[in-house]
């Protein structure tokens, strides 16, 4: 008899083990020290891609007015170090925006950014706690380019995607471009349309990630007459393969439009060849906004089920803001925000063998004030590292925040 207590004891904490919180997070640390009245920053990358992590560097990139007009920048750490170096410039125009930063070789990152309607690239490296910054190269050919991603391709080759202006509408493009043995961006390809056919209706928001040397970019298309997400693949940034639907459409009622409601896709390459995409979802009109996820067969490349992610604890009020980081231990991690406790904080859960965890407060982006619009990076060594918007009032002084997860293993 005492062994069947113990069986039930055991398997009636399973879940509640399973659900533990696996990351500890340190205090909160300001990411810039430019804050005050009429200065806002930003955090509104395509594929929520603000913050990267080499091998034994973390970097940030943001917009903020602080020097008047909307400028990009970066700040660089040692992915130890409790605070960000020196804030560096980027962009060199009138004004810049949407800027996102992937990592590139051991510790150097590509940085791409919308400025003045065009869109740029440039390499970030970070050697001896000194960061270097190269020259930046203009990648766009149109009038009007906007919503930039990039992701190494392979050494010396990135791959650019980005929505720009043909006709009334607005399209997915790509090109290649090649960076030198200094690791400086020279020269980019003549950009091409994913889909060849002119748009018949907008295609917004494209977000890239690579897993075993196949590129996967996603974006938002609404040639349906409502906003769906669509995705094609490519290993050598030429040939793609024909773009495919990847959420499920769902007619909401006769009221309320053709489909779901969709927006703000990201990505993210996990272990074993797959990839994890993750966006916000109103299938369920009434409360708003939901995070919903999908991840691909590792042997097809195509995408599954679409998933929901937070608990039923947050199935009642909307979630805005979805991110998502991976590694190649398989570790999946997405993080959003959400008023579930009355104040906007930052929550996030991870992949299980059962399904999504519980959802978690990232303690540090909780509480009074707004926190909002985050973007995460998993390290090596299994680290959560966090940065997000904090606001006293909604519409009050912003800051931009950052803090680090220590993994705990368990027991």
């Given at each position: 008899m005492k062994y069947i207590h113990v069986l039930f004891i055991l398997i009636f904490l399973a879940p509640a083990l399973a659900n533990a919180e696996l990351w500890a997070f340190q205090e909160k640390t300001f990411v810039t020290s430019a804050v005050g009245e009429k200065i806002f920053h930003h955090l509104d990358s395509t594929g929520r891609n603000n913050l990267a992590a080499s091998d034994s560097t973390l970097a940030a990139v943001w917009e903020d007015n602080h020097l008047s007009s909307p400028q990009v920048f970066v700040a660089v750490k040692g992915i130890s170090a409790t605070s960000?170096?020196?804030?560096?410039?980027?962009?060199?125009?009138g004004s810049a925006y949407s800027p996102v930063i992937r990592p590139y070789n051991k510790n150097s990152f590509l940085i791409s950014w919308e400025q003045d309607n065009q869109i740029y690239i440039a390499t970030l490296s970070y050697l001896n706690s000194k960061a270097i910054l190269s020259?930046?190269?203009?990648?766009?050919?149109?009038?009007?380019?906007?919503?930039?991603?990039?992701?190494?391709?392979?050494?010396?080759?990135?791959?650019?995607?980005?929505?720009?202006?043909?006709?009334?509408?607005?399209?997915?493009?790509?090109?290649?471009?090649?960076?030198?043995?200094?690791?400086?961006?020279?020269?980019?390809?003549?950009?091409?349309?994913?889909?060849?056919?002119?748009?018949?209706?907008?295609?917004?928001?494209?977000?890239t990630s690579i897993?075993?040397?196949?590129?996967?970019?996603?974006?938002?298309?609404?040639?349906?007459?409502?906003?769906?997400?669509?995705?094609s693949q490519t290993k050598n940034g030429q040939i793609f393969t024909p773009y495919r639907l990847l959420n499920d459409i769902v007619q909401k009622s006769p009221d309320y439009g053709r489909g779901n409601g969709i927006t703000r896709v990201a990505i993210a390459s996990a272990g074993k060849g797959k990839v994890v995409v993750t966006w916000m979802d109103k299938r369920e009109f009434i409360t708003g906004y939901d995070i919903y996820a999908a991840e691909s067969?590792?042997?097809?490349?195509?995408?599954?089920?679409?998933?929901?992610?937070?608990?039923?604890?947050?199935?009642?009020?909307?979630?805005?803001?979805?991110?998502?980081?991976?590694?190649?231990?398989g570790d999946v991690i997405i993080a959003w925000d959400d008023n579930r406790d009355d104040t906007s904080d930052i929550w996030f859960s991870w992949k299980t063998k059962e399904g999504w965890s519980d959802d978690f407060l990232i303690d540090p982006a909780s509480g009074e004030g707004q926190q909002s619009a985050p973007s995460i990076a998993i390290d090596k060594n299994r680290s959560l590292h966090a940065i997000w918007i904090d606001q006293s009032t909604e519409f009050g002084v912003t800051k931009l925040l950052y803090t680090s997860g220590k993994y705990i293993k368990p027991k």
């Open positions: 960000f170096n020196k804030v560096i410039k980027v962009s060199t125009g020259k930046p190269l203009k990648i766009s050919q149109d009038k009007i380019a906007k919503h930039a991603t990039v992701v190494k391709l392979a050494d010396g080759l990135a791959l650019a995607a980005w929505s720009r202006k043909k006709g009334r509408r607005m399209q997915i493009v790509t090109t290649t471009v090649e960076i030198n043995t200094q690791g400086v961006p020279v020269k980019a390809a003549s950009p091409a349309p994913i889909d060849r056919a002119p748009p018949r209706e907008d295609q917004l928001y494209p977000t897993n075993n040397g196949l590129v996967t970019v996603a974006w938002e298309d609404r040639r349906t007459g409502h906003t769906a997400l669509y995705y067969n590792s042997k097809t490349n195509l995408f599954g089920k679409n998933q929901i992610v937070q608990d039923t604890l947050g199935n009642d009020i909307s979630q805005w803001n979805p991110t998502i980081t991976a590694n190649k231990m």
